[in-house]
């Protein structure tokens, strides 16, 4: 059991979690940060070949192409459309995941009663993804852990690294800068980029054996009081789990315990590039979640904005 929680800090109904660290002056203050009206996505694309983890099925893209004779309805004229359908779980891609995510003892986030939140019919009936709508526009930070730990050649941190408490704080007084209440925290392992460099027998592990957060790193996030975590891997955290038999034992942790939306399979070659060359870590950063009623999770396109 952690002792780490934010449960009723915001109240007894509260179903945002963390997201609450963001205040209209947290927003005002992030707009300020752009100066060029440069925007970067920091996601990756989204088709049949994305990196999926094998517990949900690939994404499906169906495409039709129809000409209407819109004369046979009276309209006058023809007109060509197209139109595309998608099959895919909502924890595709770059993602973020909700508050019912993760759980145990049979409590999600707040205390609320998992038998009761979360409906096979009808989805999430607390702490749903769309709650989240509205949320999620603040000051960004990079931290390039890649970089820091001088791995630029290889351009990823090693399969199995537990990046620390010590590491993110150190990568953060290396690169000048400063985490603040409210603000989202991106780490930058490479591990996403690896994908698209890796030959068909690397990515049979790839989903298991990835650099990400180690435990340590969750009271370090409490402490700093971030609204959302974007990690550039697979599971936010890293795999194997450091007691080597847990699976994911910090998502209980950081999205049950602390209310903190974590979001996964982000991209951030390019913002790691432009920050680096301009020496400045931080940007105006949204992304909002799909509003699926009751949803779990949400595919997302985050925009660093500059």
């Known amino acids: 059991m952690s002792t780490l929680s934010n449960w009723g800090r915001w109240g007894a109904d509260d179903e945002i979690g963390t997201a609450n660290f963001i205040t209209p002056d947290t927003i005002v203050e992030a707009c300020r940060l752009v100066k060029k009206g440069q925007v970067l996505t920091l996601a990756i694309p989204l088709n049949p070949r994305t990196p999926t983890d094998s517990s949900r099925p690939p994404m499906q893209h169906f495409v039709r192409s129809a000409r209407l004779r819109v004369a046979d309805h009276g309209w006058g004229g023809d007109s060509e459309f197209a139109d595309d359908w998608i099959s895919m779980a909502p924890q595709t891609g770059t993602q973020w995941d909700g508050l019912t995510h993760a759980f145990r003892e049979g409590k999600v986030y707040n205390g609320y009663d998992a038998g009761q939140a979360i409906n096979p019919v009808i989805g999430a009936r607390k702490c749903s993804i769309d709650r989240l709508a509205s949320h999620f526009v603040t000051r960004g930070v990079l931290l390039d852990v890649v970089s820091y730990k001088g791995l630029r050649e290889e351009g990823h941190l090693p399969g199995a690294f537990a990046i620390t408490a010590e590491d993110l704080e150190s990568c953060a007084k290396a690169q000048g800068v400063e985490i603040r209440r409210g603000d989202a925290l991106m780490i930058r392992t490479g591990w996403v980029a690896c994908w698209y460099r890796a030959i068909p027998k690397e990515r049979e592990s790839y989903f298991d054996v ?19 975590l974007g990690v550039d891997n697979v599971a936010v955290e890293v795999k194997p789990a450091e007691d080597g038999k847990s699976l994911n034992p910090l998502h209980p942790v950081l999205i049950r315990d602390l209310g903190l939306t974590i979001g996964e399979l982000f991209w951030f070659e390019d913002l ?6 301009e020496g400045s870590w931080e940007f105006l950063f949204v992304a909002q979640p799909l509003r699926i009623t009751g949803g779990i999770g949400s595919p997302i396109n985050p925009l660093a904005i500059r």
């Open 272 to 277: 790691a590039r432009v920050c680096a060359a």
């Open 210 to 228: 990835a650099p990400g957060l180690g435990m340590s790193t969750a009271e370090w996030l409490h402490g700093k009081e971030v609204a959302c």
